[in-house]
């Protein structure tokens, strides 16, 4: 299906807004590695519902790959509270798509704000205990942390000590938006426990997809996660 797409930059930030006009709009926040482009999958099975779509690059991805050092939540904050001011005064209703660490850039982003409903993809929900995962799987401490204040292991990753500080700070205790949640169960890099937790604290609608992956990519996936996405709208 053709769908109509209107890219300009939005504060500085580079936009697709999909779809034909109307008074509602998602707005995609894609993962590390992800870009604006990958929103089609949605904008394919919502813009024929009444929606439109609004996806951006955050720092470092997609036509930003040359920003270094700035995907992080002190960077990626600020853009997201732009974006949704920005949506806020041209739709009546405003929803989320979120992948991975989108998720909880997004959860710290709008908290506040009142979103008809949320749709995360392997959410990253518990960002301390993934960055202790991570430590511990490379034999990293907290002391050794704090006293080098930057690592760098030799597969890429990055450890941060004021990394780690803002997120001690920032906690993700509200969340108060109608929410389903897509898991695989084969998922490397988020625990099956702490997405049951989130599920439990803020009432949470879970489908977990047996053979399924942090990163949804093979066409067995991509088919369960478009026939989730149709149920998830009420198709």
Known sequence: MFI?????LLHDI????????????????????GCKEEAELLADLVCEAGWQVLSIDLPGHGS???????????????????????AEEKYDYISLFANSIGAWFSMLSFKDEQ??????????????????????????SLERLQQERVITTSSGQTFSWDYWNYVLSNTITQWNPATEILYGNKDDLVDFSTVKKFCDTFKCSLTVMNGGEHWFHTEEQL?????????????
Request: charged fraction near 25%; glycine fraction near 4%; include cysteine.
């Open 4 to 8: 109509e797409q209107e890219k300009f």
């Open 223 to 235: 088919k369960f996660l478009r026939n989730w996405i149709r149920k998830s709208i009420g198709e």
């Open 64 to 86: 930003r790959r040359a920003e270094i050092n700035s995907f992080d939540p002190w960077h990626v904050v600020p853009e997201l509270k732009n974006i949704i001011e920005f």
């Open 14 to 33: 580079p936009v697709i807004l999909w779809g034909k006009s109307a008074n509602k709009l998602y707005l995609y926040v894609h993962g590390q590695g």
């Open 115 to 140: 979103l008809k409903n949320c749709m995360f993809v392997s959410p990253v929900l518990d960002m301390k205990s993934l960055i202790l995962k991570m430590m511990n799987s490379v034999n990293i």
